[in-house]
């Protein structure tokens, strides 16, 4: 395990947002959804690529708040860009669970 000092955990903003769109996408290599997330108005709306199809169904998805690692750089996943980082547990065979607020905030609220 790497150990972080707290200035370079403090350059990890992790922010809450409620996806409003969800696709599936046939290109990617294993399976995954394309995801439209809206940040608030500070970082408006993202989009991510998120293998967690085994768990969620494009329906449950829609409305919910979910944590993100938004200040990466963008990702090209086969003809999609990915904007932010959907966080999750990922247990034994990739089986993904999102991390979600336990209530609903305000969209772009800091995780920290």
């Known amino acids: ?31 995954a959804f394309q995801l439209i ?3 608030g108005s500070e970082l408006g709306i993202k989009k991510s690529s998120a293998q967690i199809t085994k768990r969620y169904s ?25 904007e932010c980082l959907v966080l999750g547990s990922v247990g034994v065979d990739n089986d993904i669970v999102l991390l979600t607020t336990d209530k609903k905030v305000e969209n772009g609220l800091r995780i920290g």
């Open 37 to 39: 997330i809206d940040f």
């Open 58 to 82: 494009k329906d449950e998805l829609i409305n919910k708040q979910i944590i993100a690692v938004v200040n990466f750089s963008k990702k090209q996943i086969g003809p999609f860009i990915s």
């Open 1 to 31: 395990m790497n150990v972080l000092s707290w200035n370079e955990f403090e350059n990890v903003e992790m922010r809450v947002g409620t996806i409003v769109e969800v696709k599936d996408f046939p290109e990617a290599r294993k399976p």
